[in-house]
């Protein structure tokens, strides 16, 4: 796992190797092992390495094939290289000088071409150059899991694994983008293809960008798909646990230590009853001070019943929440709001002291059905419209404002709240509706006017059209496929991506693996989403069936949240009310200094819960502090 970054002059003019350094030093967290650049003429690479795999000189980057046509600048893992690799050697008499997967993608393009990158199974971000073809080659794995930021600003072409990256040249330029803001300040996050920031986009999951003769082109080489076959939970319960046992053999693959990011939940205790008796893989888990966020008890007894050592990260007992906000914010680059990342960035710091790589659940409940909102969906479609839009609307106001001072993970009256707005918003609008920070009717109350222009435009339009482009049968089909490639890789995998790598850890996500994605994709609706009883029955099956306790197999599903209204009024209430009382001018001219303001009185004083309009403001407020140099410190 590493960081790549790069320049192609479409002018032709040669690429300066001293911006291509600055590039790279400002990816030395994703890759402290080692950095080199590498140019010809017109174009360059940057690479900063994390040595997982053939821990030699052989294995560093930018790596070239024999003849120097082929060059790569590469991150991520290709779990199935060993099979790429007796391929290359059998069919085209490839000769391999290293034990480093990234050594068969030079050989493989030169044998496969473009087909290649759909024969990797693996996490990736690539930058390929063919000199005799003049033709630059931007690859992003399957699902999404290693993001790749890139622009086009003139003649010149950058790109790089963190956005941070592109703007280390002096030359690129720094402007927010109103709508990609629009869309952060609604969902947290801006999309899988967008950002916050203008010129830069992100090359899409299962997507190749293509640059030849200053022309850009795109292909897509996969995207998850759901067409029924298997109807039963026993049969999906059978395929899924020796597949599951398959993959996790083939992610531990490394020269340096593995463990597990360890929840209380389903889908990591899965992962750690399939490495039970496999070794010593160190699971690591978070821990809250507030009861209901915290899952450590079912955590510790995974470990106990697996043999696998444990280790519990008290995340409440943070000493400098404001400093931990500014080193998340500083690795979100401006993209993703999302209140869990403090905790994971302390949980992956911790892992650091035994581990280089992890393993993760993360992805589990888009294929496997384990959000509330699918449910929701469900019943949205069925007696949605039996309730008038307008009083749908009214009613999720009302218990918007009821949520005053419960500090519970999910009180009923926020659920209730976020349930009813997004009836009123009906269709293929409510699904996406009901993950919003910033509610739709507190819009036109604090924009300013650089944002003025979109209160009536949905920033969720994006979200509903990959809802409705979806190749489902049904819509509940429809927003599971718009939320494995929309909502999950714009939010959830660039958090995991951004707060792992800014500790240099490398997270490894087996329910991401095509072939169990596939296998999902495979069950009809109802063994993923069934109408009554638990959510994700086939995992809680499967754990079962691994000789899980009831109390792990059972529990409900409680997810990887921070008690943000408690954070804002307790340990981040200075910083809070420096940036919302003392300097909300930092958020102009986007939003309303005196709204803002105001919106911050009335959550400090339990009038009203706004802790989720507020945070993805606390978070571009620190980013643009942070972008332009002026920094915004705690109240004494």
């Known amino acids: 796992m590493c960081g790549i970054a790069g320049i192609l002059n479409l002018d032709g003019r040669n690429v300066d190797p001293a911006v291509l350094e600055r590039m790279n030093a400002t990816l030395i967290h994703r890759g402290p092992d080692a950095g080199?650049?590498?140019?010809?003429?017109?174009?360059?690479?940057?690479?900063?390495?994390?040595?997982?795999?053939?821990?030699?000189?052989?294995?560093?980057?930018?790596?070239?094939?024999?003849?120097?046509?082929?060059?790569?600048?590469?991150?991520?893992?290709?779990?199935?290289?060993?099979?790429l690799r007796a391929e290359l050697a059998r069919d085209f008499g490839t000769v391999f000088h290293s034990h480093c997967d990234t050594e068969v993608l030079p050989a493989g393009y030169l044998a496969w071409g473009d087909d290649l990158f759909a024969r990797i199974e693996g996490i990736f971000a690539i930058a390929l150059w063919d000199k005799d073809e003049r033709r630059l080659v931007l690859a992003r794995d399957s699902i999404g899991a290693k993001p790749l930021f890139f622009s086009q600003v003139g003649s010149t072409l950058r790109f790089a694994s963190e956005i941070k990256g592109i703007l280390a040249d002096p030359a690129h330029?720094?402007?927010?983008?109103?709508?990609?803001?629009?869309?952060?300040?609604?969902?947290?996050?801006?999309?899988?293809?967008?950002?916050?920031?203008?010129?830069?986009?992100?090359?899409?999951?299962?997507?190749?960008?293509?640059?030849?003769?200053?022309?850009?082109?795109?292909?897509?080489?996969?995207?998850?798909?759901?067409?029924?076959?298997?109807?039963?939970?026993?049969?999906?319960?059978?395929?899924?646990?020796?597949?599951?046992?398959?993959?996790?053999?083939?992610?531990?693959?490394?020269?340096?230590?593995v463990g597990v990011l360890q929840s209380g939940g389903i889908d990591s205790s899965l992962i750690a009853y399939a490495l039970a008796k496999r070794g010593q893989f160190p699971l690591v888990t978070a821990s809250f001070a507030e009861q209901s966020h915290d899952e450590s008890a079912i955590a510790s007894l995974v470990a106990q019943q697996t043999g696998l050592p444990h280790r519990i990260v008290q995340v409440s007992a943070d000493p400098d929440p404001a400093a931990t906000l500014a080193r998340v914010v500083h690795h979100f680059d401006g993209q993703v709001a999302d209140e869990s990342a403090g905790p994971l960035l302390l949980l992956t710091a911790e892992l650091r002291r035994n581990a280089t790589v992890a393993l993760s659940g993360d992805g589990a409940d888009e294929f496997f059905g384990g959000y509330?909102?699918?449910?929701?969906t469900r019943l949205a479609e069925r007696f949605g419209g039996a309730i008038p839009a307008g009083v749908a609307r009214s009613l999720g106001q009302l218990m918007y404002r009821a949520s005053r001072t419960d500090e519970t993970r999910l009180p009923a009256t926020a659920l209730l709240s976020r349930f009813l707005l997004g009836v009123a918003a009906g269709g293929s609008l409510a699904h996406a509706e009901w993950r919003r920070y910033v509610p739709d009717f507190l819009v036109s109350r604090i924009y300013g006017p650089a944002l003025r222009h979109l209160e009536n435009v949905s920033p969720m339009a994006g979200y509903r059209t990959a809802i409705e482009q979806a190749d489902g049968p049904t819509l509940l089909d429809r927003c599971l496929i718009a939320d494995q490639t929309y909502h999950l890789p714009a939010g959830l995998l660039m958090k995991t991506d951004a707060m792992s790598m800014a500790n240099g850890v490398e997270i490894r996500v087996p329910f991401l693996d095509r072939r169990i994605m596939e296998l999902s994709g495979a069950c009809s609706s109802d063994l993923i989403v069934p109408p009554g009883g638990p959510s994700k029955p086939l995992l809680r099956k499967a754990l079962r069936a691994k000789g899980a306790a009831a109390e792990v197999w059972g529990a409900p599903k409680r997810g990887f949240n921070n008690p943000l209204s408690t954070l804002l009024r307790g340990p981040l209430r200075r910083l809070a009310e420096s940036i919302f009382q003392d300097s909300p001018d930092i958020l102009a001219p986007y939003l309303q200094p005196d709204a803002v303001r105001t919106l911050w009185r009335e959550h400090a004083g339990l009038e009203t819960n706004h802790a989720y309009a507020l945070w993805p403001l606390l978070t571009f407020a620190l980013w643009r502090s942070q972008l332009e140099g002026n920094g915004i410190a705690p109240r004494g």
């Open 372 to 376: 509330p909102t699918y449910r929701a």
């Open 173 to 257: 330029p720094r402007e927010f983008d109103p709508d990609g803001l629009h869309r952060f300040l609604a969902m947290g996050y801006v999309g899988p293809t967008a950002t916050t920031m203008r010129h830069i986009r992100q090359v899409e999951p299962g997507t190749l960008t293509i640059y030849q003769n200053s022309a850009e082109t795109s292909r897509r080489f996969w995207q998850p798909r759901r067409a029924y076959r298997i109807r039963r939970l026993d049969e999906a319960v059978d395929a899924f646990l020796p597949l599951l046992d398959r993959v996790v053999d083939d992610q531990l693959i490394s020269d340096v230590p």
């Open 36 to 83: 080199e650049i590498w140019h010809d003429g017109a174009v360059g690479f940057a690479h900063r390495r994390l040595a997982i795999r053939d821990l030699t000189d052989a294995g560093r980057q930018p790596m070239s094939d024999p003849s120097g046509r082929i060059t790569v600048t590469y991150n991520g893992e290709i779990y199935n290289e060993a099979a």
